[in-house]
Structure formats: structure tokens, C-alpha cells
């Protein structure tokens, strides 16, 4: 069986960092990219950007560019994303998904809730 | 990016045939896929590539379209379909969701 296993929910002060883990089990962590999307309380969904298990390559929208870091351990199968100067319109669920050769999201973390506030 | 449009919120009883539209801003191909997501849950894959059910997913669930005009149908709707619904592209980047279509059973 598939499993995406996040990091519990973290509260951090603005300017900090933050650094999420995604653990996985159940199928070849290197055969498939993993994404990262952001849901703000009641909002719409946005992808952050993608990350190779097999060799770390990665994606980024634009829009999260010098704000979230992805990178890999395939020794553990874990995704990680790091997100940087932190500020209230960094509070969000952050979800990792496993991306389908169909450009699809099919498996997806629980979610972990990230609330910036001093 | 490509915007995806679709209508807030639906009611319908147990037993109806109800459809969620998404239109997107520009051409998608066939590369639109539909969620499902209850509160405080996270996104479950429904239909990807615009007409191909998910692995599990009952029957009751359809997707048809292509380029601009999408449609996620669910007929016939039990009282556990209460959630919202989101379509998403991946033919253009970066990949984008609609704002999401709040289904109520009554």
C-alpha cells in the first residue's frame, strides 16, 4: 500500500524557516517525482514544484521560486521542502503528492498546517 | 498561468445526476483531472486525463471533455459525495486547480 507520512504541524515566527518531511512506503521512491502544493484556510490549491526520487531533479513554479527548497534522501524514501523568511502569507496545509506518469496527483500526504506568527 | 473556472457551489438530493463544469483559460488537451476533498482531509483522485476513472473510484463517477470545456458527473450522488470538487490541468505551466465546486447533498 502506498503511503505518504508528513511531519506534524509547526508554528514559527516570521523570518524563520521551516523544513517539512514527507516519508513513503509501498512503492519505488526513485521511479517517481514527488510534488509539493500549498491550500491557504478556504482557498484554492497551488503547486510549489516537483522533485525526481531517482536523481533529485526538480521544478519549480515560479511563483515559489527562492521561497521553497525541494530536495530527496532516497536511502529513507523522504521527500523534504524547506520554505524560507516566513511570513503570514506562508500559513497554509502543504501537501505532498505523488505524481503519475499521467501528470496526475494519486497519492497524497495527510497534510501538515504551517502557521507563521510571533 | 491557466485559469480554471468553476461554479461555486451545487445542492443536489441523493439519487440525482449532477454535473460540475470547469473551463479553463486556454487549451488543456485531455490533460484535466478531477479531485475529490472532504474537510480537513486531503485531495482524492477521482478521473484523470479528462475520462479515465481512478483505480477504486466507483463507477458513479464520469468525466468527459477536452480543450476548454470540462465536465466531472456523478449519477447517481449518495449523502458520503458532500465535498468539494477540483479540476486540474497539467498541460500548461505551471500546473493549476479551479477554486474548487462545494457539493451539498440535500
Known amino acids: 500500500e502506498v503511503q505518504l507520512q508528513q511531519s506534524g504541524a509547526e508554528l514559527v515566527k516570521p523570518g524563520a524557516s521551516v523544513k517539512l518531511s514527507c516519508k513513503t512506503s509501498?512503492?519505488?521512491?526513485?521511479?517517481?517525482?514527488m510534488s509539493w502544493l500549498k491550500q491557504m484556510p478556504g482557498q484554492n490549491i497551488e503547486w510549489i514544484g516537483n522533485?525526481?526520487?531517482?536523481?533529485?531533479?526538480?521544478g519549480y513554479n515560479q511563483k515559489f521560486k527562492g521561497k521553497a527548497t525541494l530536495t530527496v534522501d532516497k536511502s529513507s524514501s523522504t521527500a523534504y521542502m524547506d520554505l524560507s523568511s516566513l511570513t503570514s502569507e506562508d500559513s497554509a496545509v502543504y501537501f505532498c503528492?505523488?505524481?503519475?506518469?499521467?501528470?496526475?496527483?494519486?497519492?497524497w500526504g495527510q497534510g501538515v498546517m504551517v502557521t507563521v506568527s510571533s | 498561468d491557466t485559469v480554471l473556472t468553476q461554479s461555486p457551489a451545487l445542492a443536489v438530493s441523493p439519487g440525482e445526476r449532477v454535473t460540475i463544469s470547469c473551463r479553463a483559460s486556454?487549451?488543456?488537451?485531455?490533460?484535466m483531472h478531477w479531485y475529490q476533498q472532504k474537510p480537513g482531509q486531503q485531495p482524492t483522485l477521482l478521473i484523470y486525463?479528462?475520462?479515465n476513472l481512478e483505480s477504486g473510484v466507483p463507477a458513479r463517477f464520469s468525466g468527459s471533455g477536452s480543450g476548454t470545456d470540462f465536465t466531472l458527473t456523478i449519477d447517481p450522488v449518495e449523502a458520503d459525495d458532500t465535498a468539494t470538487y477540483y479540476c486540474?490541468?497539467?498541460?500548461?505551466?505551471?500546473?493549476?486547480f479551479g477554486s474548487g465546486t462545494k457539493l451539498e447533498i440535500k
Open positions: 486540474q490541468q497539467s498541460w500548461n505551466d505551471p500546473p493549476t
Open positions: 503528492a505523488r505524481l503519475t506518469t499521467e501528470d496526475a496527483f494519486d497519492y
Open positions: 522533485i525526481y526520487g531517482g536523481n533529485g531533479g526538480t
Open positions: 486525463l479528462a475520462s
Open positions: 509501498g512503492y519505488t521512491f526513485s521511479n517517481y517525482y
Open positions: 486556454e487549451s488543456v488537451s485531455t490533460l
